[in-house]
């Protein structure tokens, strides 16, 4: 009766013996995953509006420099102020092409990130929610000793109230990650509590055969993987000896490379290959912008580029050195800041940004590039009028202007003063004449006259670029023309 006795209870204590709960160092592992990975989102999400912001921000400088260039009748500033927005639009162009080539590695880190703190939520978020609120002896997250409530229980880090968005600026350097795993963080080799009351999980119950008092039902020996690997449950032969082990992120790669297989190898592989966009980058103001223009070691090609365009070949040789006249006259004077050509942006005020387009506004208060666009358009149609208009006008000057051609003879008896008639090459002044005019022709001017008689008389027409001299009797409207 005794023996039966016995058995029986060898039977019941087999049936009801529990596995060992996770030990409180062991958990802080797991969440220190968690809260390594929960700062990837806002990083990202800070990385991917500053890209944008900067793209925007070299956009609109370009736009304020092109209005600037339209607005001054410099041609020196025309040329600088133009070169600067050419910068300025390879600028934009770049932020694009870095935009363009992060958005899909920064949301693949993104989503790896957070599936694997989803993964880590709900494992221990289950686990803590099995245990109660009083001191009962079933547990699976050890504490600090004996029985383990809800509350003993540091589960800071592995809870998942939201997906955080905030910004953050902190760089994703070689503290964060490596190229061996996640650099600082630690694992357990024996993560089994071993305090008073412990072995209390049933979660993780050693066992050498299927029992409904078990969670894993399986009778083999194999490892099983929970969070991917992360944290591993196995049993021996005799099922009497469960282990339970934190994998170390610290050291889960070669060379940037993870196994197939390995704990965190997504996350960590995605945020590896991110690492460049998730470095440390500032927003940019436009002052910083147009400041970094006028610094840039790339001014004077571009300038010199400009030059050649608006010039004729005799003077293309001498680009070169003019673009560094008008960079050190105009962009980077002595004793100077660099924000020259910022002041002269910031005290532009211009038109065509409102509905109202006569209205007024500062144009380096405009940050819009909708506004910005339509100011340039403005200045743009404003400028294709006065050149249309100008047009106009020249044509009417040249339908109303005459031209009067008069020989050298004639020049000449119009000269009544002495002193003025001698300093004609062409005529001289006759003292012996009694009557007028005085003023005739010279030898000089009689042979000139008839070398223009002979050519007109080969040619049909009159040489009016030698020795004779004109009378251009000109309208009001075209002197006003040339005066404008």
Known sequence: MLKQTVLALLVIALTNASGPALKETALEAICEVSSRLSSVTPKATQRLTTMASRQEVYTNAGLKLQILASRTADQNRTALFGAMAALAAEKAQQQTQTLTEAIPQLTLAVAESELARGQIHELISFLHTAQTTGSTAGFCLAGTGGTHPQGKAKTDGCLVDGIKTSSDTAAVDDDFIDEQGFKGLKGETNAKASSTGASSCIVFKDHNRAQATEVFQSTKTETIHLLGGLLKFSVTTGGNSAALAVTDPSAIATNGVAQPGTPLKKPYE??????????????????????????????????????????????????????????????????????????????EMVQGAEDKPQTKTKLSTLEETGKLMAVLSYYTASRTMELKELEQRLKTAQGTTKVDTKTLEEVCKEIKEKVPCNENPNCKYNDDKKEEPKCELSDKGKQAAKTNQETEGKTGTTNTTGSNSFLIKTSPLLLAFLLF
């Open 270 to 347: 995605a945020i590896l290959a991110a690492k460049a966009h998730l470095g440390s980058i500032a927003q940019l103001t436009p002052e910083q912008v147009i400041v970094e223009l006028t610094h840039s070691s790339d001014l004077e090609t571009q300038l010199t580029a400009q030059l050649k365009k608006t010039v004729t070949t005799e003077d293309e040789s001498s680009s070169g050195k003019i673009a560094k006249e008008i960079i050190a006259s105009i962009a980077q004077p002595t004793k100077d800041d660099g924000t020259t050509v910022w002041k002269l942006l910031d005290k």
